[in-house]
Every structure is written in C-alpha cells, then in structure tokens.
C-alpha cells in the first residue's frame, strides 16, 4: 500500500499536479474527520440527554412508587378557561 501512494505521489510531481492532488486529498481527509467529529459529538449530546431523561423517571417513580406515573382520567369537566386563543 505504502508504495502504491509513492509511485502515485511521485507520478502527480512528474506531472506537476502534485499540488492539486494534496489539495485535493487534504479536502477529502478533513471532509472525513470533521463528519466523524459532528457525528460523535450529536451522538454524545442525545446520549446524554436520554441518560438524564431516563434518570428523571426512575427519581420520579422512585419518589412515592404507590402513586401512578400518569394520573388515569376520571370524566372531570373541562377547565372553565379556555386559553387556547
């Protein structure tokens, strides 16, 4: 492998685009790099937040484990405000 990149580095320079080849391979290595850092860093930030979700509802449940986590509906009227509008 490492004499395949020398004999094309070398036939670039022969040519004398060598120039436009390093441009072009430091273009797509850094195209690379940046994509794996964006990736990881959004895949931290959700991790982190479904870690400190999921800690909440364990506290939550962990608080008074005899009362539901969702209050069942019972038929009660509808609040006498309306301030959807």
Do not use: C, N
């Not at 080849?21 to 790099?33: I, N, P």
């Not at 930030?45 to 870690?51: Q, S």
């Not at 008074?64 to 969702?70: E, K």
């Amino acid at each position: 492998m490492g004499w395949l990149i020398l004999i094309l580095v070398l036939l670039a320079a022969a040519f004398g685009v060598l120039g436009a080849v390093l441009e072009a391979v430091v273009f797509v290595v850094l195209t690379v790099v940046l994509s794996v850092v964006l990736l990881l860093t959004i895949g931290w930030y959700v991790l982190k937040h479904k870690a400190r979700k999921l800690v909440g509802e364990f506290d939550a449940r962990m608080a008074d484990p005899q009362r539901p986590s969702r209050r069942p509906d019972d038929g009660e009227l509808p609040p006498a405000r309306d301030d959807r509008y």
